[in-house]
């Protein structure tokens, strides 16, 4: 079974500073893809950044990067320099890539992140 | 770029009625379609998996007989809620996937649905 922990309930960062938003996960799978998604107040999911589990470089989109540590099993967001648009509630979530969970996406309980101006 | 849409983005009915919202994909064909129940401040909890002119895979502890799939076609799929209640109220979102890279599933913008 995949497991996603995230274990920040609320961040709060000052505007045009970096806030980094925690992600632990547990799988047995030797392959799987690991994923962020923003979700405003609107309720819309965003996919913000992907990383495969054979990936050998962290993934960067932007202001997002993924700190991807596979022997502790994290997968860190890191958004730089935020903004007040970023404010919303973020997720982790894992994707196995084969056997009978394959396709699905499993989710963390999500962090509100907030920007203070 | 892949776009999914749900109908209706909002619904209020009566307790005891159904209840059926859409999902569809815009520009691809979806092999596989997922749905996902939320709660306020809460994570998505997947429901459902549904593939093309196949029976929908449900997760445990959800009732297949009160929350009714459809994936008619490859661009498609429908969740019937029977007989609603209350505790049936919730955000419903769904997400498509095209199948030509694992990565990518696309989400629709969800339905809010509250049961009086």
């Known amino acids: 079974a995949q497991k996603i922990t995230q274990t920040q309930p609320g961040m709060f960062v000052q505007e045009k500073e970096a806030v980094t938003l925690d992600c632990t996960y547990d799988?047995?799978?030797?392959?799987?893809?690991l994923f962020w998604y923003k979700q405003p107040s609107s309720g819309e999911m965003i996919f913000l950044i992907y990383?495969?589990?054979?990936?050998?470089q962290n993934a960067t989109e932007g202001r997002y990067s993924l700190n991807f540590q596979k022997a502790r099993k994290s997968a860190n967001l890191v958004i730089s320099a935020s903004q007040l648009g970023d404010s919303a509630m973020y997720f982790c979530?894992?994707?196995?890539?084969?056997?009978?969970?394959?396709?699905?996406?499993?989710f963390g309980q999500g962090t509100i992140l907030t920007v203070h101006p | 770029g892949a776009v999914v849409s749900q109908h209706p983005s909002w619904v209020i009915c009566k307790s005891g009625t159904s209840v059926k919202i859409e999902c569809r994909s815009l520009?691809?064909?979806?092999?596989?379609m997922f749905w996902y129940r939320q709660f306020p401040k809460q994570s998505l909890m997947l429901m459902a998996t549904?593939?093309?002119?196949?029976?929908?895979?449900?997760e445990q502890g959800v009732e297949k007989d009160k929350f009714l799939i459809n994936h008619a076609s490859l661009t498609l799929s429908t969740l019937t809620v029977t007989s609603a209640h209350p505790e049936d109220s919730s955000f419903y979102i769904c997400?498509?996937?095209?199948?030509?890279?694992?990565?990518?599933?696309?989400f629709g913008p969800g339905t809010r649905l509250t049961v009086t």
């Open positions: 520009d691809f064909q979806a092999t596989t």
């Open positions: 549904s593939n093309e002119g196949s029976k929908a895979t449900y």
């Open positions: 799988t047995s799978d030797p392959s799987y893809g």
């Open positions: 979530a894992m994707r196995a890539a084969g056997g009978t969970s394959y396709g699905k996406l499993t």
């Open positions: 997400s498509a996937d095209s199948g030509t890279n694992y990565y990518e599933q696309y």
């Open positions: 990383q495969g589990s054979y990936d050998q």
